[in-house]
Structures are given as structure tokens and as C-alpha cells.
């Protein structure tokens, strides 16, 4: 008996590779002779760095970089020595989480310290870097991760712009004769579900600015201070990439990383998938267990669980999903590669209860799992 344990993490519960080793040992009650790989997966936002380490062995790093708004923030990225690959989640450096919801400012709010990951990265002689975006407080079109790879942004005067997203709006030139060189040896991927562009009504002001604290005022402010920032970078570059998909990621990052570092994007299951082997192990598998904290209907789009089902779907692979919660329209992932979905509460119980006894949750989940199947098989 093979079984592939490729599950997202459960937030504010466990890591990706907690909730695989807690879903192995119930197995393992059942099956102590079973076969068992743990693949921790990721959708590109929080816990794609961890999921990654997990899977190919690679060491976490730490750099103090400026945070959002400039105080000193020690931020984790991973290196993977064999393939020279880095791996930089943003929220490590310019994450929401980075600052108190009373000190928040969109409008400042930089990426900065990104960019300081990124220059470790080449510090370590990365040839290929991958981005996970999500979970930003900024919305600076990613002009401050240039400013900490060399670039410069000028006022009419030939001053510098302060950090932050509002500042764009007087942006007049873009130097980049200091940028670092080493960037166009380095193969940039991204790691993002999120189509936005950059402007307009689907941009990354109006629909992800009120999540950051935004009013509808600064809203506006943004919004046009990231078209005039497009505008300035078409004059530079002689392209105009605000319109693509993606580039409204994370508070307009995506546009900087495809116009300025040539980045490729793919959706972060996939390209978690494809670092830590899952398609590999899931030869010869006769079942994928797979999860994430909640499973609804915002699954399909892009989601851990779908991901690991699409492609165990290629080798006929059966997958049974556990989840924290299971909620409104669940039910229609069983067209789409998921056979089983199970909630991991036996009964009533408070969500602190639930976030505290996962693992052993887990645990009895997947040994029950276990047991039908061997009824099941006879």
C-alpha cells in the first residue's frame, strides 16, 4: 500500500508538514507496513516557504530587512543548495501581519524589505528565485523592492520619492542605472492564483486596498498614483504590462516583477508541485490524502486541495480531502478530483478547541480513513 500525504497547512494550527505527520501516524495505526510520502504543499501564499524546505531538504535562512514601514524585521527565506534556488515569501518582509492594525498605512507601506531578500538571494549565488506573493500590507507597485535592488524614482525636481504607494502619484523618472546586475542572470518565478491588473476596478487598490485599511479616498489615490507609476515605467521600458494578469498581486508587486525582472508566472500549486516531486511520487500510489483548514467552494479556484487532485487525476490516483471545516458547496469538488471529503470535528466544538487538538484530530481522521478502506477492499 502507497500513500502520497499532500496536504495544504491548517493557519494558525499547523504547518503543512505538522498536519502530513499527524495524518501519517494515523495511517500508520492501521497500515504499519504502508508506504507512506509526506509532500507538504502550498498555494504560493503563507507556508509555500516551509512547504518547500519540507520537500526538498533546503535551509531557512534569516535577514533582518527594513518591514513595512521601516522598522527592523527578521524575515526567513529558503535556499535549496542543489538547484541554487532561493524561495522568498513577501509577507515574511512586507507581510499585513508585520504591522498592528492601529499602526497600519497603505499609503506608505513599502516593499522594501523584499528587495533586501531578494539581494540576499543573489548574496547566495541564487541562478533561480521563487516569489510567493500574498498577504501584503503595501500597495507601492512593488517600487520600493526596486529601490532596494538599486533602482531610483524621482520627483520634477530630481528628488527621491519617499517609500509607499501614495508618493507614486509624483513620480517623474525612473533611474535604473544602478540596478543590480545580477538580476538578469536569475530566473524569476511567481508563485500567484491572484489575475488582477494593476489599475481599474479589479486593480490592487480597489479590490484589495479595504483589506489593508484603506478608505475609499486613499482608494482612489492609490489607484491613480499606481497609473501614473505605469505610465512613467511604459516611458521606460517602451512596454506597458499593467493590464496583464497578475500584475495587481499583492499591492501591485506582480507588475514590478514581470516589467523589471522578467518573472514568470504559474499558479503556486503547480509550481509547488513541480519543486517538491509530487508528481514523481505519486507513481504507483493508490491513494493521495490531501487538505487545507477549510474546503468550500473557493477551493476549485486554484486552491491546495485541487491542485493535488488535478494531478493525481492523471495517474488515476483516488484522493480523499480532510479539512478543518467543510462548507457551503463542498460537494461540488467530487466533480473535479476530490472522491471523499471529511471534517475533522467529531462533534460540536469551539474553533480554539479545534485550532488546539488537530493533531491528534488528524490522527483519528486518517486511521479511520484507513479502516473503510481496507472494508472497502475486503
Not at 508566472?265 to 507513481?283: D, K, N, T
Amino acid at each position: 500500500m502507497k500513500v502520497v500525504i499532500a496536504p495544504d497547512s491548517f493557519k494558525e494550527s499547523l504547518s503543512a508538514a505538522e498536519v502530513a505527520a499527524a495524518i501519517a501516524a494515523g495511517l500508520r495505526e492501521v497500515w504499519p507496513q504502508a508506504e507512506l510520502v509526506c509532500r507538504p504543499m502550498a498555494d504560493g501564499g503563507e507556508g509555500t516557504l516551509a512547504a518547500l524546505l519540507a520537500a526538498t531538504g533546503g535551509e531557512q535562512r534569516e535577514r533582518v530587512v527594513r518591514g513595512p514601514l521601516g522598522e527592523p524585521v527578521a524575515a526567513q527565506w529558503g535556499w535549496i543548495a542543489g538547484s541554487r534556488s532561493a524561495v522568498i515569501e513577501m509577507a515574511a518582509a512586507s507581510g499585513l501581519h508585520l504591522v498592528p492594525p492601529a499602526r497600519r498605512d497603505v499609503l506608505r507601506a513599502c516593499t522594501y524589505g523584499t528587495g533586501e531578500l531578494i539581494r540576499a538571494a543573489l548574496d547566495a549565488g541564487a541562478t533561480r528565485i521563487v516569489l510567493g506573493f500574498g498577504g501584503s500590507a503595501t500597495n507601492d507597485g512593488g517600487s520600493g523592492m526596486l529601490r532596494a535592488l538599486g533602482a531610483r524614482f524621482e520627483d520634477a525636481a530630481g528628488s527621491p520619492l519617499p517609500p509607499g504607494g501614495a508618493a507614486l502619484a509624483q513620480l517623474a523618472r525612473i533611474d535604473l542605472s544602478g540596478l543590480d546586475p545580477r538580476l538578469a542572470q536569475v530566473d524569476f518565478e511567481v508563485a500567484c492564483d491572484v489575475d488582477n491588473p494593476l489599475c481599474g476596478p479589479r486593480g490592487a487598490s480597489q479590490v484589495f486596498g479595504p483589506q489593508k485599511g484603506a478608505t475609499p479616498e486613499q482608494v482612489r489615490q492609490l489607484d491613480a498614483a499606481l497609473a501614473r507609476f505605469a505610465d512613467v515605467c511604459a516611458q521606460t521600458l517602451g512596454r506597458d504590462d499593467r493590464d496583464l494578469p497578475g500584475s495587481g498581486a499583492a499591492g501591485g508587486i506582480g507588475f514590478a516583477a514581470r516589467s523589471f525582472l522578467g518573472a514568470s508566472f504559474r499558479p503556486g500549486i503547480e509550481l509547488v508541485a513541480e519543486v517538491s516531486g509530487l508528481e514523481q511520487a505519486l507513481i504507483g500510489a493508490d491513494l493521495v490524502i490531501t487538505g487545507e483548514g477549510r474546503i468550500d467552494l473557493q477551493t476549485l479556484h486554484g486552491k491546495t486541495p485541487m491542485g493535488v487532485a488535478a494531478i493525481a487525476r492523471r495517474h488515476g490516483v483516488p484522493v480523499v480531502a480532510l479539512a478543518g471545516t467543510l462548507g457551503e458547496g463542498y460537494q461540488q469538488l467530487y466533480g473535479h478530483g476530490i472522491d471523499a471529503a471529511f471534517s475533522l470535528a467529531p462533534g460540536p466544538i469551539s474553533l480554539a478547541d479545534a485550532l488546539a487538538d488537530a493533531p491528534r484530530l488528524l490522527h483519528q481522521r486518517a486511521a479511520d480513513i484507513a479502516r473503510l478502506w481496507q472494508l472497502a477492499k475486503g
